[in-house]
């Protein structure tokens, strides 16, 4: 589904950036597909587009947020809006594929990539990698990342706009 979505947002932004021959191009847009997003110039007032970062553990709080114009797509990765109980166990739609249960080893990853498709694509695979994986891993990618990890600790990688309002 990530990729799928991520490739959706990158079409639609193509066709407002006006590179499909679908028409004159738009100037400032966000596009927002389920939390995951893509901006590019400001708002219509001419403001950047203010995105926040939702606490990885009560939705109606944020821990950060960034102020841009783009273009940038940004995705995020918790398991906060798709969980359910299953008996004694809370489970959730980001699953380890190593061992077929839900990942824990991560709170939340957000990330920030030229296109949707990078950026949704690899904020899931770095959740479910967990914490340190993920952590050794994004300096290898090509993207920025904010990683929440298990226990509420927060790692950015040096390009990652936005700032923190709290630790978690």
Request: with cysteine; charged share 25%; net charge negative.
């Amino acid at each position: 589904g990530g990729l799928g979505k991520g490739y959706a947002i990158d079409r639609m932004a193509n066709i407002l950036r006006g590179e499909c021959g679908e028409g004159r191009a738009v100037r400032g847009f966000c596009i927002n597909a389920g939390g995951d997003l893509f901006v590019q110039g400001g708002t219509e007032n001419g403001e950047p587009w203010r995105v926040l970062f939702e606490h990885p553990t009560d939705t109606r709080l944020a821990i950060g947020e960034v102020k841009l114009y783009g273009p940038l797509a940004l995705a995020a990765s918790s398991p906060s809006r798709r969980s359910w109980k299953n008996g004694e166990k809370t489970r959730h739609h980001l699953v380890d594929p190593r061992s077929g249960e839900p990942a824990a080893r991560m709170l939340a990853v957000y990330t920030q990539a030229p296109a949707a498709l990078l950026a949704d694509a690899y904020s899931t695979a770095l959740f479910v990698l967990g914490f340190e994986e993920a952590r050794a891993l994004v300096t290898e990618l090509p993207l920025e990342a904010m990683l929440v990890g298990p226990k509420g600790e927060v790692w950015k990688s040096d390009g990652f706009k936005g700032e923190l309002y709290v630790e978690c």
